[in-house]
T-cell receptor
Framework: GENVEQHPSTLSVQEGDSAVIKCTYS??????FPWYKQELGKRPQLIID?????GEKKDQRIAVTLNKTAKHFSLHITETQPEDSAVYFC??????????FGAGTRLTVKP | EAQVTQNPRYLITVTGKKLTVTCSQN?????MSWYRQDPGLGLRQIYY???????DKGDVPEGYKVSRKEKRNFPLILESPSPNQTSLYFC?????????????FGDGTRLSIL
């Protein structure tokens, strides 16, 4: 089955800097790659997703890039703000039932 | 409002006392799933259901049961809870299981088994 590795496990940046979180996956047939943000004590919420027929997707300060050949994808957050502080999870799947999540990255944005 | 509702949100109980965590979604989603979240391990799938009366094991099914008698409900049953099932549990749903779609998560249930 799919295996997803996520790095780094913790990331601390200064407000206004950029943050990058990287994930690798093992199953070359995976075609859907969502990113979830989980604030303390709350549910994971989808912030952006990308499908394998697209190399990059942007939504305001958030972007995701996908390299199918290397089997890795990354989340980029620009102009970070304190409210971006949370745990971020990547995931990869072909179907809903085989979605596998990374272990998470705790992002801290210092004011 | 479209949502996934879990109950209870918090539960402290003792080893061996059967418990059920309910999950209900109002989005007419076909696919529903249960995850447990433990520090450093991310979200691990316990059981999933592709549709009514169709359920299957995920990565960590031992000690759990599920049922899907109605499309909207997907309860998680711990017949004889043990301390290693102390965790944060999330129910999730998505439109279809046959293709990957965004998953919508409930607010979570924090279980403590003493």
């Amino acid at each position: 089955g799919e295996n997803v590795e996520q790095h780094p496990s913790t990331l601390s940046v200064q407000e206004g800097d950029s943050a990058v979180i990287k994930c690798t996956y093992s199953d070359s047939a995976s075609n859907y790659f969502p990113w979830y943000k989980q604030e303390l004590g709350k549910r994971p919420q989808l912030i952006i997703d990308i499908r394998s027929n697209v190399g990059e997707k942007k939504d305001q300060r958030i972007a995701v890039t996908l390299n199918k050949t290397a089997k890795h994808f990354s989340l980029h957050i620009t102009e970070t703000q304190p409210e971006d502080s949370a745990v971020y999870f990547c995931a990869a799947s072909k179907y809903a039932n085989d979605m596998r999540f990374g272990a998470g990255t705790r992002l801290t944005v210092k004011p | 409002e479209a949502q996934v509702t879990q109950n209870p949100r918090y539960l402290i109980t003792v080893t061996g006392k059967k418990l059920t965590v309910t999950c209900s979604q109002n989005m007419n989603h076909e696919y529903m799933s249960w995850y447990r979240q433990d520090p450093g391990l991310g979200l691990r799938q316990i059981y999933y259901s592709m549709n009514v009366e169709v359920t299957d094991k995920g990565d960590v099914p031992e000690g759990y049961k599920v049922s899907r008698k109605e499309k909207r409900n997907f309860p998680l049953i711990l017949e004889s809870p043990s301390p290693n099932q102390t965790s944060l549990y999330f129910c999730a749903s998505s439109l279809k299981g046959a293709e990957s779609q965004p998953q919508h998560f409930g607010d979570g249930t924090r279980l403590s088994i003493l």
